[in-house]
Nanobody, 116 residues
């Protein structure tokens, strides 16, 4: 079974940058479209960015131009480079497969706090 573990979160000031990583573990690995999601306190989980198997990327309007999603199929990782961070970006960030049929259980995610 495949497990996805997020890391790289932390406390940053507005305008700062942070790189998140999503590592796959286990004996099962699917080359599928990956996505980053986030959930702020009191809000529903929302989609942030996606990347296909071939490397095509898509972003939510709120992060377009600031975030960059990438993947390394050899290392079974998906990364999210976050630049020009805003206070509104504060949330727990999760990674998962975009295809609902391929999604695994949501993990603990990694906390990103943007504050001055």
């Amino acid at each position: 079974q495949l497990q996805l573990v997020e890391s790289g979160g932390g406390l940053v000031q507005p305008g700062g940058s942070l790189r998140l990583s999503c590592a796959a573990s286990g004996s099962i690995f699917s080359i599928n479209a990956m996505g980053w999601y986030r959930q702020a306190p009191g809000k529903e989980r929302e989609w942030v960015a996606a990347i296909t198997r071939n490397g095509d990327t898509t972003y939510a309007h709120s992060v377009k131009g600031r975030f960059t999603i990438s993947r390394d199929n050899t290392k079974n990782t998906a990364n999210l480079l976050m630049n020009s961070l805003k206070i509104e970006d504060t949330a727990v960030y999760y990674c998962n497969f975009l295809n609902p049929s391929s999604r695994v259980s949501w993990g603990q995610g990694t906390q990103v706090t943007v504050s001055s």
